[in-house]
């Protein structure tokens, strides 16, 4: 039996491989950790983190459609991660632990019900699979890290307690002028924000809660930064890799979403070649929330020793994601990107510039789609057609 059709129940510990005896560093989304005298503490931080995999028997998909993602929704999975990731450092922070068993804030219920399976959360997979139609993607269909990227960026829109600003940086370039616009509205509309078209129709549990001080979101939306590139042709390029390593050192990563042909991953860090990930291959029951609220969340925590594979291994076709909680943040991120720029030790992955170079067209307006020659070698999940952004090679 494949991985994917796996249950909950059938994963026991001793499948897998304990984390590695090494006293090279381990990176896990921008903390460093010492593998030899904390490895509870590397597993708590792991565990922490959601994990959102292939469910069964949820709402129908749009009434009629699928209800399970197993074989098809593991990039869908791994959007959500890379979100659910934000989200928590967005309420709760990066410092914060789940252990189980213990009552949980109201902050990171309802984070955890803007995920569940049913067609008015947010971010469940009704909501990504149907919006995703409007990408191109009809619904059971795979995505790539693109698509996954530019839905995740329209549904935030409808988030008022997050009131995050989700930007997919196209071509390769991240501009900040472009980035303060979003992030600091008023500098072009006077301070007036006004609120995406039904927004506040769903995530019914969340109504009432976006509490938050007005000064709180005056000065700075929250940044969630995601940057699709392709980092080779079929393999990745090894002048990469190092840059690549560095990018889970930030302060402010939110990981990699990616993976390896016919398998969505979502990377949280690194220890020597290998990456350390959270792996969505397991179809688990959907889940119901209590008639308090509550929703029992051990299976969105993955309490075994996480994944790794050797870092060659990856498809080249990825997207970083990072989150800067205030201007400060997102400035001491630039200034940290521009220093990694001038090391030696790795090719850019992508460029910073301060304002739109004259060059740059909207992607709506051109189709950046590379024009492959030798399509069967490139025959691989990550499918060609959904990423529009430039190929890049030594």
């Not at 947010?122 to 790539?144: D, F, L, P, R, T």
């Not at 409808?158 to 002028?177: C, G, P, Y």
């Not at 995601?226 to 990563?253: H, V, W």
Request: proline share 5%; net charge negative.
């Amino acid at each position: 039996m494949d991985a994917a059709t796996l249950t909950y129940d059938t994963l026991r510990f001793g499948e897998f491989e304990d984390f590695p005896e090494t006293s090279e560093p381990v990176w896990i989304l921008g903390k460093e950790f010492n593998a030899l005298t904390e490895k509870e503490e590397i597993l708590s931080d792991v565990t922490s983190r959601l994990w959102f995999t292939y469910r069964k028997n949820f709402q129908p998909i749009g009434g009629t459609g699928p209800t399970s993602d197993t074989g098809w929704g593991c990039m869908l999975r791994c959007g959500q991660m890379i979100l659910g990731e934000a989200l928590v450092c967005r309420h709760l922070g990066r410092d914060w632990r789940w252990v189980r068993g213990q009552k949980q804030k109201e902050e990171y219920i309802s984070i955890l019900n803007a995920f569940i399976d049913k067609k008015d959360s947010y971010y469940s997979i009704h909501q990504i699979a149907q919006m995703g139609v409007g990408e191109g993607k009809s619904i059971g269909q795979w995505y790539g890290p693109n698509t996954v990227a530019q839905v995740l960026k329209k549904l935030a829109m409808f988030d008022s307690w997050s009131r995050l600003v989700v930007h997919v940086a196209m071509d390769n370039t991240v501009v900040i002028e472009e980035i303060k616009r979003l992030c600091m509205p008023w500098l072009d509309f006077g301070g007036a924000c006004a609120e995406p078209e039904g927004a506040g129709e769903l995530n019914g549990c969340l109504e009432g809660a976006c509490a938050l001080a007005e000064e709180e979101t005056a000065l700075w939306k929250p940044l969630v930064l995601l940057i699709p590139l392709r980092l080779g042709l079929s393999d990745i390029n090894e002048a990469y890799i190092e840059t690549l390593k560095q990018c889970f050192m930030l302060p402010q990563s939110l990981g990699v979403i990616g993976g390896k042909p016919n398998s969505a991953h979502y990377f949280i860090g690194y220890v020597g070649e290998e990456l350390i990930y959270l792996d969505p291959h397991t179809t688990q029951p959907a889940v119901e929330p209590y008639e308090d609220g509550q929703v029992p969340d051990e299976t969105y925590h993955c309490q075994h020793p996480p994944c790794r594979m050797h870092i060659c291994e990856l498809d080249p076709s990825i997207a970083a994601g990072f989150f800067c909680k205030t201007e400060d943040e997102f400035d001491d991120w630039c200034m940290r990107i521009r220093r990694l720029s001038c090391n030696r030790g790795g090719l850019p992955m992508f460029e910073l510039v301060d304002s739109q170079p004259s060059h740059m067209v909207s992607v709506d307006v051109l189709n950046l789609t590379p024009d492959f020659s030798d399509s069967d070698r490139l025959e691989r999940f990550f499918d060609s057609e959904d990423e529009e952004f430039e190929i890049l090679s030594l």
